[in-house]
């Protein structure tokens, strides 16, 4: 073989890697969720604030999950704010693009400043985003805001997902769809959220037979089982609860990160 | 290259092959004609089968088949441990990167040490398999490795090469009758068992998701080696049938986890034990025979583990 049809394999070979890489890279998606704290307790339903500069968990109560979807320079927040510290209300979506930030109602897309949500500091603070739509402070672990005097104001536990798969429209205001279809309802609870295509199905078989290492077994499929299965809840404060306690997920012992 | 451009690819051959033939001589011709005809029939054959299943059907399917997995062994339905359940699995689940999927968890009612995955993210854990853990590592570890089975399609992978699925020609024809095919072909990779590169793809992905969700790695080894110290026992006839040896499957899984650096995480067997135990039928026992040592890989020592909370979750 030539040095010049070596070097033409060699140009082929980068020209390939080049192909598969560049469209990756300027496709990058990220995706990641906020547990939002703040001091105090929830009691009956009700949440009791406390003053302290000691960010143990254990004295801080959870008063807001947002998911994050970006593609720079456009991003997407799913806000869910629980009144009660017993379920999260449905989310509230904005959408940003380098340049506004948009609040999106089933009537359209509304700036974030003009919108009661662009008066919640909370949700203020959630939403303040570097150039790439992304928040600030570390990818992942515990992020502490506290106030001149060194009271905490709000713990954020975050995870960024290891890949991020979503749909480019949902970041798109003028995408109709953009602000009807939550995102992060799979990922923050499960149960009684079948989708319209998944209603439909095998219903009324009879019995069949099934191969089993025991040999042939006949089964009568149980329908109705599965259709309780599928109505079964479990909530997304009680999963954040669960992952809490457990030091599981966002809340697994990491270095803190301060801003 | 993608699916489109190896079509391309494919038909361009295929028409070089026709236009070959036509110019070939016609004794030559009659049977080079017969060979084309039957690469045809057999391209045609084998783009039928590669239709993808989508999502929608997927889950479509996999309904047919937990109601199956239900008809087989009854549902326990103990709220508390359903629950219990569910969570360890949505901890895990939340690591794997299927945001189409919509993950259910439920409890089967059988001694027997088992678990199951239908596709579109129906997951199943016998009381039998819950009676031999010892840690909620362990369950997430289980769990784990069937939600890997649901993310790599491996039951709707099966069900594609099948035959039938030749007469399909786009997801609307993958209805009725045909559904049902699916279901069953389905249901019989689900109780026969995966292929071994199947299951060990799902062990790779168990000990991953389940470490990245922030338990130990060891889960799944150290339920594995539950396993193998009940050898023989008639509770695990069917998962020593349909499974490979125990320690095949502990060799493999400490390679991954020492090759991954998978160190660290809570086991959390405080909180198993208050969630399960009681509400599990008695265990299949360890042989009297000595166990085999633990499955623990030798790894670097750990860092301390922060003391396990033990609250029921859900109140």
Known sequence: MSARTRLSGAALAALVVLAAVVPAARAQKTQWSDAVYVPGRWQGGRLVPARTANQATDTLALVMRVDYFAKPPRWRAEIRRTADGQNFADPQVVLGNGADVQVVTALGATPLARHALGGDSLVRAALVVDANGRPQGAANGRIVDRAADGSVQRVVFRRTQRSAAFDDAMLDPRNSSAGRNFLSSRIAAVGDQRSTAVVATAGARGVDRVQTPRGEVPVTPDSLAILRMERFVVGALTLEEFLRQGRLGPYATRPEARR | ?315
């Open chain 2, 1 to 315: 290259m993608t699916g489109r451009t190896g079509w391309r690819a494919g038909a361009a051959l295929l028409l070089g092959a026709a236009f070959l033939a036509g110019f070939a001589q016609p004794a030559e011709a009659q049977g080079l004609r017969d060979r084309l005809r039957r690469v045809v029939r057999g391209a045609a054959q084998v783009a039928q089968t590669m239709l993808p299943i989508s999502a929608d059907k997927e889950v479509e399917i996999g309904r047919g088949i937990a109601a199956t997995v239900a008809g087989r062994y009854p549902i326990v339905w103990d709220q508390a441990l359903t629950t219990y359940v569910s969570l360890v699995g949505l901890a895990v689940a939340g690591e794997a990167p299927r945001p189409d999927i919509i993950y259910r968890f439920g409890v089967l009612e059988t001694p027997d040490v088992n678990a199951f995955a239908a596709p579109g993210g129906y997951v199943f854990i016998t009381r039998g398999a819950l009676g031999i853990m010892e840690s909620e590592a362990e369950l997430a570890g289980v769990l784990a490795h069937e939600i890997g089975h649901v993310n790599r399609r491996h039951v709707i992978e099966g069900i594609r090469k099948a035959d039938f699925m030749r007469e399909v020609r786009d997801q609307a024809g993958l209805s009725g009758s045909t559904l049902d095919r699916a279901v069953g072909a389905g249901s019989n990779v689900l109780f026969s068992g995966y292929s071994r590169e199947d299951e060990a793809e799902a062990d790779s992905l168990g000990v991953l998701y389940a470490a990245s969700a922030g338990y130990d790695a060891t889960g799944l080894p150290t339920f594995v080696s539950h396993l193998n110290s009940r050898a023989g026992q008639g509770p695990l006839t069917e998962i020593f049938a349909t499974h490979e040896r125990p320690q095949g499957r502990l060799e493999r899984l400490n390679r991954i986890i020492q090759r991954e650096s998978l160190t660290g995480g809570v086991q959390l067997p405080e909180r198993f034990a208050q969630n399960v135990r009681g509400r599990t039928a008695p265990a299949a026992q360890p042989q009297a025979k000595p166990a085999q040592p633990p499955a623990r890989p030798p790894l670097p020592a750990q860092p301390p583990q922060p003391a396990p909370q033990v609250k029921k979750p859900g109140t």
